[in-house]
């Protein structure tokens, strides 16, 4: 079974840093895309941060400057190491990786569990 699985959320204060990570286990053949989404209460779920097989990263504009992706060499593993935390980055924080299995030749979207981070003092 392929999934993801999530660790690193928590209570910070402003300013702080946090580092998340998702590691992919299962049965896989490829992953391409990983990325990092959030969604805070009473807003949809955007996009925070992505990185694609070769390395190619982008960000939201709110996340430039301050989080960075990163991706193990095995390509497996992805963070994102957020630094100056703000009050508004207050959100669940969801893995994502586009997969294929390796009993199959069709990407699928996955998603982990979420993880909370709380900025607040």
């Known amino acids: 079974q392929v999934q993801l699985v999530e660790s690193g959320g928590g209570l910070v204060q402003p300013g702080g840093s946090l580092r998340l990570s998702c590691v992919a286990s299962?049965?896989?053949?490829?992953?391409?895309?990983m990325g990092w989404y959030r969604q805070a209460p009473g807003k949809q779920r955007e996009l925070v941060a992505g990185?694609?097989?070769?390395?190619?990263?982008n960000y939201a504009d709110s996340a430039k400057g301050r989080f960075t992706i990163s991706r193990d060499n095995a390509g497996n593993t992805v963070y994102l190491q957020m630094n100056s935390l703000k009050p508004e980055d207050t959100a669940v924080y969801y893995c994502?990786?586009?997969?294929?299995?390796?009993?199959?030749?069709?990407?699928?979207?996955?998603w982990g569990q979420g993880t909370q981070v709380t900025v607040s003092s």
């Open positions: 990185i694609g097989p070769s390395g190619n990263r």
């Open positions: 299962g049965s896989i053949f490829r992953i391409d895309f």
């Open positions: 994502n990786a586009v997969m294929t299995p390796l009993m199959s030749r069709t990407m699928y979207n996955y």
